[in-house]
């Protein structure tokens, strides 16, 4: 019995010798790492005075207003846990990066990887700025060494190369929009290079990794700007085209567009990663804002686009069926929102607090008078809380329908509502995946865009081609354009529900 006691008093004096040892060795760490970070230089701002305001009270005072513009007018996702923001002077992309920011303002990020291209350094790969702090006219940003050597090691692409900073705008002009709407943040700059598709997928491996193992600690904010120096007609047409990529997830559409210069990302690269990112997250885009310089700066015959966009991942509890209440809920709110509008010109204030209803849903209106078609608009995609995204459609359908002149009030008794709420949009890439009677078709090629909901083919008695070839003439493309290489074909589901 002694023996047992002694033995067992000599492992507890070990494990304590083996804690203090384990302690030891972490206090010694961070210590290092305390000093590496306050003796690694200072990054001064070198576009201080150029891109933005050098003064720290003009500077904040721009990057307030640009903010408070956003957030009245921009409706923010939930969920968002990257964005893409343009990098130009503050007079001509102040306005729309500012959108971007406005989506993370105050969320508890306390990491973010800035990732842009180089502009006037040329190398392969992917440079990380590996310790220290950058400095703005709103004070110093330190560096997170800790996680940029992570990335290092999760893509074999990121290396330490911080001489490709020394004269890059791309991040820097991130900084004090950062500043001004996150609190107690690190940043972990990267630029991309001369890169492959290889490296893409493997830098949006990394991002998955790091995003979902940190998630809502870790931003990525990813910087570029859209076509340059198009007259202004031709900017619009090729950056809708581009953010209609970006918004789809198209990586493949976007890569081939890029290749082909029918879409122009200065950051093409960081796009491409983090939409791979996105996917592979089962996230949704949503474009926040678009301009360009002709609209900020005057001059339209030689313009630069600017876009900002958010990827956000929806609540995993968040799509399942309405229930019987919920259904009845939003037709009651569809009605009085109807009925409203047609009467006054106005809708009602409505106080909404189910889970369900708040959620962001894809969703259609139709609206029909004794079986006849009278109005139907819709969301293909989440814009909005599933309830206001219903008052809007319904008074869409009811006044914006081009088919139809705007429903009267004395139409109001014999209409009847139908609410169509959709599932997210899956592409595909064989007709044989569509179920006629279960899926609606939303189709895509070039500049035309068609959608039909499911119950369309049902009341028609369409099979499968036929389902397709009408779709076609909805987007306006002709009838076979659904076998094209170029056309893109989404398949959803929908939970349709009437008065």
Not at 37 to 56: E, L, M, N
Not at 91 to 103: E, L
Not at 143 to 150: I, L, N, S, W
Request: hydrophobic share 40%.
């Amino acid at each position: 019995m002694g023996d047992m006691k002694k033995t067992r008093a000599n492992e507890g004096a070990a494990a304590r010798v083996l804690m203090a040892a384990l302690l030891a060795c972490i206090l010694v760490a961070a210590a290092c790492e305390a000093l590496a970070q306050s003796t690694a230089p200072v990054k001064k701002p070198v576009f201080s005075g150029s891109f933005y305001p050098a003064d720290s009270v003009s500077l904040q005072t721009m990057v307030d207003g640009y903010l408070r513009d956003a957030e009245r007018l921009g409706d923010v996702p939930p969920g968002v846990f990257a964005v893409i923001a343009p990098h130009a002077g503050y007079v001509y992309s102040g306005k729309t990066a500012a959108y971007s920011y406005n989506a993370v303002r105050r969320k508890g990020f306390t990491t973010v990887i800035l990732l842009g291209p180089s502009h006037r350094s040329s190398f392969k790969g992917i440079a990380l700025y590996p310790s220290g702090t950058w400095e703005t006219p709103l004070g110093k940003v330190p560096v997170d060494a800790v996680m940029g050597r992570k990335m290092a090691s999760l893509c074999g692409t990121v290396r330490n190369l911080p001489g490709a900073f020394d004269e890059e705008h791309s991040l820097e002009v991130q900084l004090p929009f950062l500043q001004r709407t996150l609190k107690d943040f690190k940043i972990v700059p990267l630029l991309t290079g001369a890169v492959e598709r290889k490296d893409m997928e493997a830098l949006s491996d990394a991002l998955v990794a790091v995003l979902t193992r940190y998630r809502g600690k870790v931003l990525l904010v990813v910087s570029s700007d859209m076509s340059h120096y198009h007259p202004y007609s031709e900017a619009v047409r090729m950056d809708s085209s581009t953010l209609r990529l970006v918004a789809d997830l198209d990586t493949a559409g976007l890569l081939e567009g890029l290749a082909k210069r029918q879409n122009e990302l200065c950051g093409g690269p960081a796009v491409v990663a983090s939409m791979m990112a996105a996917t592979k997250m089962g996230a949704e885009a949503q474009i926040l804002h678009y301009t360009n310089s002709g609209d900020t700066a005057g001059d339209r015959s030689r313009v630069v686009g600017y876009g900002s966009v958010a990827f956000w991942q929806p609540d995993s509890k968040a799509g399942s069926p309405l229930a019987a209440a919920e259904k009845k809920r939003l037709l009651a709110i569809a009605r009085k929102t109807l009925e409203e509008h047609v009467s006054s010109k106005t809708v009602p204030d409505i106080d909404v607090r189910e889970p369900r209803l708040l959620e962001r849903r894809g969703v259609f209106v139709t609206l029909t008078i004794h079986g006849q078609l009278r109005g139907c608009i819709g969301y293909i995609k989440p814009v909005a809380p599933l309830y206001r995204s219903v008052m809007d459609m319904t008074v869409a359908a009811a006044s914006r329908d081009m088919r139809f002149r705007p429903v009267t009030k004395g139409e109001l008794k014999d209409i009847t509502i139908e609410i169509s709420v959709l599932s997210p949009l899956r592409l595909i890439t064989s007709a044989d995946e569509i179920k006629v009677g279960t899926h609606g078709l939303y189709i895509v090629k070039g500049g035309n865009a068609g959608l039909l909901l499911p119950q369309v083919a049902t009341q028609y008695k369409w099979g499968r081609e036929e389902f397709l070839q009408n779709t076609c003439t909805k987007a306006g493309l002709p009838e076979k354009a659904w076998k094209d290489k170029e056309t893109k074909v989404y398949v959803f589901s929908a939970q349709i529900f009437s008065e």
